[in-house]
Every structure is written in structure tokens, then in C-alpha cells.
């Protein structure tokens, strides 16, 4: 397809127009995201498994959206968890980037000011002259700005099609708002989205000065884009999450006309400092002793396997073998069968072990991921184990209330150790509710008691955890418990549940985190489909997301951090 052949319509997200305003006398940016979440001759689901395949993040990270700002209208819900993915590179990656077309000084405009990004992100820029790259760009005038978002941008690459339209890059331009432009679309390249999708981003629409506007030359967009693209929003209800930015880059500038307190939004040109702080979270600066495992990272989940194992190597070396407790971070089952799923890590070395999310008998296993701590040296103060139902009874008389008093190895000194506890097993009957809550009691210097239930009519015919115990007053390390319970009762479900948890003790720099769910709540008339991730870490507080896709049921989620320096 050559430059001048795209189409306008099949554009994925990102697409940037400039018309102008009522008066014809003020020039607009304004960015709008396509209807068309992913590229054309790309499925969502082959989509998402390229973005877990570059980054094992991916499945684990969320778009950052809205603020405790209110309720919305719940207008569409995600269906499918491709949606929900990230699309991040790898941190360290160097990006290739090369150009279709465009003078020496628009390709000198966009070497000086993308890898501004760079700064702030764990990432490199490499400026090709053709050959294979990751993001391709042309300054293409009658298109307009837009770009592929994240990973996505790669699949484009490789075929030879623009990923990235710089149609604004000329010099009549102000220089900075010329580095706007850039920042903004090279956002996108890197996987961030529009700052006004957030649910809560609190921009009162002037929704009649936009349809007149959008609906005249040179977009002529009808009522029903419009709200697509600027209206739309997922389907959440009342939800806490990391707020809006009226100065982000991500954020373009949209006239007063369209808005009904006549204030619009500002030029931002250069990045804001949550900007800096979001994509230092997303490419962080140094590697990290845990990691997750996705099946998508294998195949798409229109493409279910039960047996899924891959070889994971650690971020160094170890001086012997180290300790790799896992917990489970979603779930993707069907529902005519029974949910079986079992996350374990074998075969460890001193570099690498194997991961494997499996299921077994009939159950039809779509997707799954994991978390894992590698617990070598620096970890000496931490106790870990596993406990299972099978221990205390057999899987056929599926037993509803399941306890054992775990003894520590060595007994903690002083008070009693801070002990959580990680999904990794699961074995429930379809025809009832999957019920399950696992959780400890009982804590003092020499143990604990490990609980797994399931109650009502339930059928749990097996359940295993994996558990974590350190210190109380260990320095640079915190743990913690949060569940759907927190923000809303179990009998209004909903896709999207997200709050904000502080952490006991300020860090003295943003932590590595790891957490797995600790429970949940569904209705066993539509698949099971639970994916826990986050969308911020700070030094103080770590922003989390319990999430649903499709027409299933969550009545409750719940899951474990933790954090440490």
C-alpha cells in the first residue's frame, strides 16, 4: 500500500486531524482515536500475542484511566482481553526507525525531538535509512497525524506501510508546537493513549459543537463516528485510578467551542512531569528479579491449549539454584467444562526454569498468566511454601472449608512475620459458582494456618497456594491485600475495578512489585475471564485493576502485593 493509497477508515488508534475552529481564524491539533483498535491484516487476539511475546509486561499492565470523580454512564464493555493488553516494548529495547518519505529537515526535526522520550524511558532510538525497522514514518500533508499504537507499530513496519503520519511537520510551524506533534505520536509509538479517553478525564463536552464541527470538511464525520471517537468510553462505573492530566502530552488541545464551561484544553507541547513519571513505569531502568508468564506469549487465545510451558531465564545468574514461588494472574476458561488450571515453576537452575500454566481432562483453557519472584540472593530473609487442599482431604469429597498450620523452616525473631498467600491451583465443577478465597490466620514467630475455601454450593474438588513470609520490621519491603470488596458489594458486578493502595511505609524510590490473585467470585453460566494488573507504581502506593471482558459475571476478585528495593 503505498502513502497515498491508505485508507482513512481502516487507520488504527491514534488518528490526529487538524481542522479549524468556528472562526476560521485559530488553527486546532486535534487527535482522535480510531475505531479500529488494531492494524489492518491483524486480528486483536494476534495483536495482543505479539505485544506478550515482545513484552511479558504487557499482559499485566493497564492503560491508566480516570479518577475518583464519579459515576459515568457504562457504555461498552471490553470483549475481549486484547483490549485490556498493553502494547509496550521491551525495556532496553532499541527501536528502528526509518522514514517513506519527507525532507532532511522534517526528518531532522523528528531525530532532535523523539528521543526526547528517551530521557525518561529505559529505551533507545536508531535512525535507519531503510531495511527492516519498528516504526516508519511519512509526512504525508492530506493524512494528517496519527500513529500505530505500541507494538503494533512493528506488525505495519514489517509490511512496508507507514506505522506513523507526521502530516503536520512543516516550516510554517512553531518549533514547539512542531515538538508536540512528535512527542504526542511517538507517544502513541511507545503505547500510550489519548489522555481525554480516561473515563473520568472530566472534559464537558460541548457534544452539538462537536457533531457540527467533525461533521463538516474536511473530516465529515456522521453523529454515530463521532461518539465513537470521541464519546466512547469502556463500561465502568464508579472506579479509583491515577488521574487525569490536563497537561499531558497525550492530552491535544481541543478548542472552547467544545466544551460546555467555553475552557477547552491547553496547548501542552513538551512532557508533563507524570508523563515522565508513567513512562519510567512502563520502561523501567533496571531489570527485574521477578517476571510473568503469558500463554499468549505462545498463541492466541482463539487458539486454547492445555499443556503451556516456556523456558524463562533470570535477569542474572545465581550462585545456586533460587526459590520461584508463583501465583496466578488471569484466567481465561470455558465454561462447559470444569475449571482447571494449575500454575507451577520446575526444572530450576541457576539460569532459567520452566514455566507452565497447564489445564487437564476436558477443561478448554483460552489463556492464562503468572507472576514469579526469583528469591535468590538479597531474598535470604524470606520464607516461601505451598499448600494444598489435597493435603487435609481427597479432591472427591470436595471439601468446602480447608485449613493447615503451616511451621516456618526457622522461626521469625521478635513479632510476628507478615505472611500473603498466592492463587496457583484451581479445580472447581462447572455447574455451580467458582467460589474460592484463600487467605492466612493465626500468624506468630513460629507459623500460620493457610486457609482455601469455597462456600454456598460450590464445588472445589482441589485448590493450592503459594505463601510468602518476611519480617514485620523488614526495611524496603511491604505487602498487602485488596479485593473488588474494597470499592464496591459483590452483588453489582462489573468489568472494571480499580483503587489506589498505599503502601505502609513512603519508599525511598519507586519499588518492583509482584502480585497474583488470592481469590474470586463468578457466575459459571459464562467463562471465566479474571485478569488482575496495574496501571502505576509509585514510591507511596500502587494503583491495581480487577477486570473482566465479554458477558462474564465477577461478583468478586481479590489478590496479594509485594513490593520491595
Known amino acids: 500500500m503505498s502513502p497515498s493509497n491508505i485508507d482513512i477508515e481502516s487507520l488504527p488508534v491514534a488518528i490526529c486531524f487538524q481542522p479549524f475552529d468556528f472562526n476560521m481564524s485559530t488553527e486546532y491539533h486535534v487527535c482522535f482515536a480510531?475505531?479500529?483498535?488494531?492494524?489492518?491484516?491483524?486480528?486483536?487476539?494476534?495483536?495482543?500475542?505479539?505485544?506478550?511475546?515482545?513484552?511479558?509486561?504487557?499482559?499485566?499492565?493497564?492503560?491508566?484511566?480516570?479518577?475518583?470523580?464519579?459515576?459515568?454512564?457504562?457504555?461498552?464493555?471490553?470483549?475481549?482481553?486484547?483490549?485490556?493488553?498493553?502494547?509496550?516494548?521491551?525495556?532496553?529495547?532499541?527501536?528502528?526507525?526509518?522514514?517513506?518519505?519527507?525532507?532532511?529537515?522534517?526528518?531532522?526535526?523528528?531525530?532532535?525531538?523523539?528521543?526526547?522520550?528517551?530521557?525518561?524511558?529505559?529505551?533507545?532510538?536508531?535512525?535507519?535509512?531503510?531495511?527492516?525497522?519498528?516504526?516508519?514514518?511519512?509526512?504525508?500533508?492530506?493524512?494528517?497525524?496519527?500513529?500505530?499504537?505500541?507494538?503494533?507499530?512493528?506488525?505495519?513496519?514489517?509490511?512496508?506501510?507507514?506505522?506513523?503520519?507526521?502530516?503536520?511537520?512543516?516550516?510554517?510551524?512553531?518549533?514547539?508546537?512542531?515538538?508536540?506533534?512528535?512527542?504526542?505520536?511517538?507517544?502513541?509509538a511507545l503505547g500510550a493513549v489519548h489522555e481525554h479517553e480516561s473515563p473520568f478525564?472530566?472534559?464537558?463536552?460541548?457534544?452539538?459543537?462537536?457533531?457540527?464541527?467533525?461533521?463538516?470538511?474536511?473530516?465529515?464525520?456522521?453523529?454515530?463516528?463521532?461518539?465513537?471517537?470521541?464519546?466512547?468510553?469502556?463500561?465502568?462505573?464508579?472506579?479509583?485510578?491515577?488521574?487525569?492530566?490536563?497537561?499531558?502530552?497525550?492530552?491535544?488541545?481541543?478548542?472552547?467551542?467544545?466544551?460546555?464551561?467555553?475552557?477547552?484544553?491547553?496547548?501542552?507541547?513538551?512532557?508533563?512531569?507524570?508523563?515522565?513519571?508513567?513512562?519510567?513505569?512502563?520502561?523501567?531502568?533496571?531489570?527485574?528479579?521477578?517476571?510473568?508468564?503469558n500463554t499468549m506469549e505462545l498463541h492466541p487465545s482463539n487458539q486454547p491449549a492445555s499443556v503451556n510451558q516456556q523456558s524463562k531465564f533470570f535477569w542474572k545468574q545465581y550462585p545456586t539454584a533460587p526459590r520461584v514461588p508463583v501465583g496466578l494472574t488471569s484466567l481465561d476458561v470455558g465454561h462447559e467444562r470444569n475449571i482447571r488450571v494449575t500454575a507451577t515453576a520446575t526444572d530450576i537452575t541457576q539460569e532459567n526454569f520452566t514455566s507452565n500454566l497447564n489445564a487437564w481432562a476436558d477443561t478448554v483453557l483460552y489463556g492464562a498468566s503468572l507472576t514469579y519472584l526469583e528469591a535468590g540472593p538479597g531474598f535470604e530473609y524470606l520464607q516461601t511454601g505451598t499448600f494444598s487442599t489435597t493435603e487435609v482431604g481427597k479432591w472427591q469429597d470436595h471439601k468446602s472449608q480447608n485449613s493447615k498450620r503451616i511451621t516456618f523452616a526457622q522461626p521469625f525473631q521478635g513479632e510476628a512475620p507478615k505472611v500473603i498467600c498466592w492463587l496457583t491451583t484451581v479445580d472447581m465443577g462447572k455447574d455451580k459458582n467458582w467460589r474460592i478465597k484463600s487467605y492466612v490466620t493465626d500468624v506468630d514467630p513460629k507459623g500460620f494456618t493457610a486457609h482455601i475455601d469455597s462456600w454456598d454450593d460450590t464445588v472445589m474438588y482441589q485448590a493450592a497456594i503459594t505463601w510468602i513470609a518476611y519480617p514485620a520490621n523488614q526495611a524496603n519491603v511491604a505487602s498487602g491485600t485488596f479485593s473488588t470488596d474494597d470499592i464496591r458489594p459483590a452483588n453489582k458486578p462489573q468489568p472494571e475495578n480499580s483503587a489506589t493502595v498505599k503502601f505502609a511505609k513512603k519508599f525511598g524510590e519507586t519499588p518492583k512489585l509482584a502480585m497474583a490473585l488470592s481469590g474470586f467470585d463468578y457466575g459459571c453460566n459464562r467463562n471465566l475471564r479474571l485478569r488482575l494488573s496495574t496501571s502505576g507504581v509509585t514510591a507511596e502506593a500502587v494503583t491495581w485493576h480487577l477486570q473482566s471482558w465479554g458477558d462474564s459475571v465477577m461478583y468478586r476478585a481479590s489478590a496479594a502485593y509485594f513490593a520491595w528495593v
Open 201 to 293: 478525564a472530566q472534559i464537558p463536552w460541548n457534544k452539538e459543537a462537536v457533531y457540527k464541527s467533525l461533521g463538516g470538511p474536511p473530516n465529515n464525520w456522521d453523529r454515530q463516528k463521532v461518539d465513537n471517537n470521541m464519546f466512547t468510553k469502556y463500561g465502568l462505573d464508579k472506579v479509583k485510578a491515577t488521574k487525569f492530566d490536563l497537561q499531558s502530552i497525550m492530552l491535544y488541545h481541543y478548542p472552547p467551542e467544545w466544551t460546555t464551561n467555553g475552557k477547552g484544553t491547553p496547548y501542552n507541547n513538551d512532557l508533563s512531569e507524570k508523563d515522565k513519571s508513567y513512562i519510567r513505569f512502563t520502561y523501567p531502568p533496571k531489570r527485574l528479579d521477578a517476571g510473568q508468564f
Open 34 to 188: 480510531g475505531a479500529n483498535p488494531t492494524p489492518e491484516g491483524l486480528t486483536q487476539d494476534e495483536s495482543a500475542a505479539r505485544a506478550a511475546a515482545e513484552n511479558q509486561r504487557n499482559g499485566s499492565l493497564t492503560i491508566p484511566i480516570g479518577t475518583d470523580q464519579g459515576p459515568m454512564v457504562s457504555i461498552v464493555e471490553p470483549q475481549s482481553l486484547a483490549v485490556l493488553m498493553g502494547k509496550f516494548w521491551a525495556p532496553g529495547r532499541e527501536l528502528r526507525i526509518s522514514f517513506v518519505a519527507g525532507t532532511d529537515w522534517q526528518k531532522d526535526q523528528v531525530k532532535k525531538f523523539a528521543p526526547l522520550w528517551c530521557k525518561h524511558a529505559n529505551l533507545s532510538m536508531k535512525f535507519v535509512p531503510n531495511g527492516e525497522c519498528d516504526i516508519l514514518i511519512d509526512f504525508n500533508p492530506s493524512l494528517g497525524s496519527w500513529s500505530n499504537l505500541g507494538t503494533d507499530s512493528g506488525y505495519v513496519a514489517s509490511q512496508r506501510r507507514p506505522s506513523m503520519n507526521l502530516g503536520w511537520i512543516n516550516k510554517d510551524q512553531k518549533e514547539e508546537n512542531i515538538r508536540g506533534v512528535i512527542l504526542h505520536e511517538f507517544g502513541h
